[in-house]
């Protein structure tokens, strides 16, 4: 039995590997495979080559300025039926012998049936999780200003969700939840998703900024990033490992391990890599406890989940859902098999404890929660998201038609500019979204051919079976399902999705061992290599430039879009800390550029008593002159963001000073 296929055996179907007998109709669909991605990739390929210069010879255009997402997989896929028809003899002993019987689940239930150690794939996990650290580092060096020598490690943050998580980060070291709002003028201090109602507090559940809070205190957020990064590869090598042996784990955990995506994401102090890190743990122990039946494994399964969902409840709840409805198929069975005395709890193993490992560190989790929420809201059962998005962003609401329902809530502190950059969901926008998110999630963990064509050979392989595999993509399926209700598809059009990426990998791993078996049965060994190349060629236009063939990676490129928000901010900070004319203390009022509604430089510390404060320019409410008087020592400055123009009040008029 495969290890995969826990607790029951699994049905034979036409292409598993344990019907090699029926090999007569392989050729037929790797046939029909090769049609359909020739009638796909041929249209964008000629497009692009009669688009280069006529001038040039045809090959010359074909092979300058490739298209890394179509034309590499063109050419592979030129080269199959030469890879299927030859069959030259390719073996290696020490591989036979050393490296390929270590990498099967057959070793690795040997492993757990003697209880015995695997250093083997100790090593192999901590090689995945450095190669995570490592690229998280190496993006991290990128030079973004070739003029200052500028990496994007050394910028500030992007997002306005970066910096609600560092405010809480340093509310939470301050051993407090929220800071009182300024008592005479609190509106100057509204803060980008930063609550300020008599408290001010982040807007996000309290998960990350924990998770932040000691790397802020050390002084290098992006390290708890970095460090997130390695734990989910980590994890996601163990998972893969626990499903279908070493060989899955090791490729799994080296694809989020080399992931574009993942790089950019643990230098974005974002909520999605402490969510991973929840997540990660629950995927690994859950698997194992449904092996081993182990009130151990079932709690850490639950320590996992619990932390996630206080990082993005509803990411972790829809990740979670079909391991959920699994345990209550668990419980039902268990109940009728214990009720006609078909089998005793001996023979079975009790579910109870498996319930009560998850259940107790969630109860946990949500009494935490409810506590928290009270703290800043007055009342455990209304979150602070909830409560930011009814005061500040009505419109931005989750559901269908959330601007014509935000639009009859609105009220005097609404962020005018910024809640109505969203759109009105309706279901072409929501369709139109679900093809963008799931796109950018192929695209962004590997790329959109091979995980693409490995999603659609995972359901027709394993489409006639149950196998604990349909709990992995029943994941996928879950979390878009769950975020169809929200109007905007996300940061890089897939950070709502983005937790799929592990997922993904996990299915690209199995679609890869189960290849490599039937290839490996019909005697077609080249097919193999094309797969691996495939693979190898997807990490190279991930992560690097072949000039003259591609100038950029796909990495470089969103690390230059990333980049702009950055140093944007950069500036700001700059110009404030380091301008001869600015004398400390200071308060600077900004007028924000209304064009521009993702940059926004009002960001303080939540005690408000840095050296300089930056404020919001509200005229309508608090003149120059009264605000002198609610903060006599502080000098005044007005920063006007469309104009790029600094003035400082002299006591009757703004007077500019660059």
Not at 239 to 246: I, P, Q, S, T, V
Not at 398 to 426: C, H, M, S
């Amino acid at each position: 039995m495969d290890s995969e296929n826990y607790p029951s055996p699994r049905p034979a179907t036409d292409l598993s590997p344990n019907r090699s007998r029926n090999s007569r109709w392989i050729p037929l669909i790797h046939l029909l495979f090769v049609i359909v991605l020739l009638a796909i990739l041929t249209p964008y390929e000629w497009d692009r080559v009669n688009s280069e210069n006529q001038q040039l010879p045809w090959l010359t255009r074909f092979f300058l300025n490739v298209n890394v997402d179509t034309t590499p997989y063109f050419i592979l896929l030129l080269l199959s039926p030469l890879c299927w028809f030859l069959r030259p003899p390719i073996h290696s002993r020490f591989f036979s012998t050393v490296i390929r019987p270590r990498l099967t689940s057959d070793w690795v239930r040997e492993k757990q049936a003697s209880k015995q150690r695997d250093f083997f794939a100790c090593l192999l996990s901590m090689l995945v999780a450095a190669s995570s650290f490592l690229l998280s580092v190496w993006t991290a060096s990128h030079v973004v200003n070739e003029e200052l020598n500028i990496a994007l490690g050394d910028l500030p943050p992007a997002y306005h969700d970066e910096y609600s998580y560092l405010f809480q980060a340093n509310t939470f070291l301050a051993g407090q939840t929220s800071f009182p709002s300024h008592p005479g003028a609190p509106e100057i201090f509204d803060q980008v998703h930063v609550l300020n109602e008599g408290k001010l507090a982040s807007r996000y559940f309290p998960g990350t900024g924990l998770w932040l809070a000691p790397f802020v205190a050390w002084g290098h957020p992006y390290w708890g990033y970095w460090l997130a990064g390695a734990i989910t590869a980590f994890f996601i090598f163990w998972a893969g490992r626990e499903l279908a042996g070493n060989g899955v784990g090791l490729l799994a955990g080296l694809i989020i391990a080399l992931s574009p995506g993942m790089a950019i994401f643990s230098n974005l102090l974002l909520a999605h890599h402490p969510t991973l890190v929840g997540l990660s743990l629950f995927l690994w122990a859950f698997l194992r406890m449904q092996r081993t039946r182990s009130f151990r494994d079932a709690l850490l399964a639950g320590l996992g989940l619990s932390f996630g969902m206080l990082c993005r409840p509803m990411t972790a709840a829809s990740f979670a859902l079909p391991f959920g409805i699994w345990l209550g198929i668990e419980v039902i069975r268990y109940y009728f098999l214990r009720k006609s005395e078909k089998t005793t709890s001996e023979s079975m193993g009790s579910v109870y404890p498996l319930v009560a490992g998850l259940a107790i560190p969630l109860g946990c989790g949500l009494i935490g929660l409810f506590i928290y929420n009270q703290s800043i809201t007055g009342s455990g059962w209304k979150m602070p998201y909830q409560l930011y998005t009814d005061i500040y962003t009505p419109r931005h609401v989750y559901g269908f038609n959330n601007v014509i329902r935000g639009e009859q809530k609105l009220g005097p502190k609404v962020l005018d500019n910024y809640d109505k950059w969203a759109e009105n969901l309706t279901p072409a926008l929501a369709a139109r979204n679900v093809q963008n998110r799931i796109l950018a999630s192929l695209q962004w963990t590997l790329g959109i051919i091979p995980l693409g064509l490995a999603g659609l050979i995972f359901l027709i392989t394993e489409w006639r079976q149950w196998s604990r595999w349909w709990l992995i993509f029943a994941s996928i399926v879950s979390l878009h399902i769950a975020h169809i209700p929200y109007w905007y598809d996300g940061i890089m059009h897939w950070h709502y999705v983005f937790e799929t990426g592990p997922l993904w990998a996990l299915i690209f791993a199995r679609v890869t061992q189960t290849l490599f078996r039937i290839w490996h049965r019909i005697d077609r060994p080249l097919m193999s290599g094309l797969w691996a190349c495939l693979t190898l060629v997807a990490v190279l236009t991930n992560l690097t430039a072949i000039p003259p063939f591609w100038s950029v990676s796909k990495l470089e490129i969103v690390v230059n879009n990333v980049a702009f928000s950055k140093f944007k901010h950069f500036q700001f900070q700059q110009m404030i800390y380091q301008h001869p004319q600015i004398k400390q203390p200071a308060l600077i009022l900004v007028k924000h550029d209304p064009s521009d509604r993702h940059i926004d430089y009002v960001i303080n510390d939540p005690q408000l008593d840095q050296a300089i404060l930056i404020g919001r320019d509200r005229p309508d409410l608090y003149s120059p002159a009264k605000l002198q008087t609610l903060f006599p020592d502080r000098n005044l400055y007005l920063f006007d963001a469309a104009q790029n123009r600094l003035s400082r009040w002299n006591g009757a008029y703004w007077e500019p000073i660059r």
